[in-house]
């Protein structure tokens, strides 16, 4: 398998960017998930799961380093207040670099009448401690969208449910697969460029692929990896 794509996510459940080539580190891919928008009335990180809009929104990297969030007006800002107008709730943006105690999310069941809080990863904003970069294949996706998984790395072909438990070799960066991802209520919603709302999406992971899609990895090694890279046995 090769890469097709690489993906970053600079803020948690906005749009991403699509890469050529990227730093991969400890934390994943440089930039992923290094923001997060936290609702100021509850303490909760926000994800699409409970809003929905915020897939909406854009996140991209500035040159300094720092983050801008696109609205869908078209509007760049990094204001709390603008932000806390666009959502209907007072929010703020957290980076991931500064420390404040654990982070907690809400996740639904299927029909979204419960909602249960869980507590997500340190670092990177991510929900799993065992995932900084998460690769899906072309032939495991189907004729699905592939954005409505948020990988960050696409594969051509097929067959990244079996690395699970072994390592491998991506670009200069060597992995450690240890996870399928699980997935929720997320992959249902609609996003910008014609993905509509769709809950059959959930329904066939739940019932031919036992509730995951895609595999998850931390990055013992770092390096750089491009688009066109081989995956190989590390």
């Known amino acids: 398998m090769r890469v097709l794509e690489l993906w970053r996510y600079p803020v948690k459940s906005l749009q991403g960017e699509r890469l050529d080539a990227v730093d991969?580190?400890?934390?994943?891919?440089?930039?992923?998930?290094q923001w997060a928008l936290f609702d100021r009335s509850t303490g909760y990180g926000l994800t699409a799961r409970r809003v929905p809009d915020l897939l909406f929104a854009a996140a991209r990297l500035r040159a300094?380093?720092?983050?801008?969030?696109?609205?869908?007006?078209?509007t760049a800002t990094t204001d709390d207040d603008v932000l806390s107008d666009w959502l209907g709730r007072p929010v703020t943006l957290r980076a991931a670099d500064v420390e404040r105690g654990p982070r907690h999310y809400e996740a639904p069941d299927d029909d979204e009448d419960v909602w249960d809080a869980f507590e997500g990863a340190s670092g990177a904003f991510h929900d799993s401690s065992r995932i900084r970069v998460s690769l899906v294949s072309t032939g495991t996706l189907g004729t699905w969208d592939r954005r409505r998984f948020r990988a960050n790395v696409l594969l051509d072909g097929s067959g990244e449910d079996d690395l699970v438990g072994s390592t491998v070799r991506l670009g200069g960066a060597v992995l450690d697969v240890l996870k399928p991802?699980?997935?929720c209520v997320m992959v249902t919603r609609p996003q910008p460029g014609g993905i509509a709302r769709d809950n059959g999406v959930l329904k066939t992971i739940h019932r031919e692929r036992g509730s995951t899609l895609a595999v998850g990895a931390l990055v013992p090694v770092p390096g750089r990896v491009a688009v066109g890279d081989a995956l190989t046995p590390a």
Do not use: K
């Open 181 to 183: 991802v699980s997935r």
């Open 64 to 74: 300094d380093g720092g983050v801008e969030v696109v609205l869908p007006d078209g």
């Open 24 to 33: 991969v580190g400890t934390q994943g891919l440089a930039g992923d998930r």
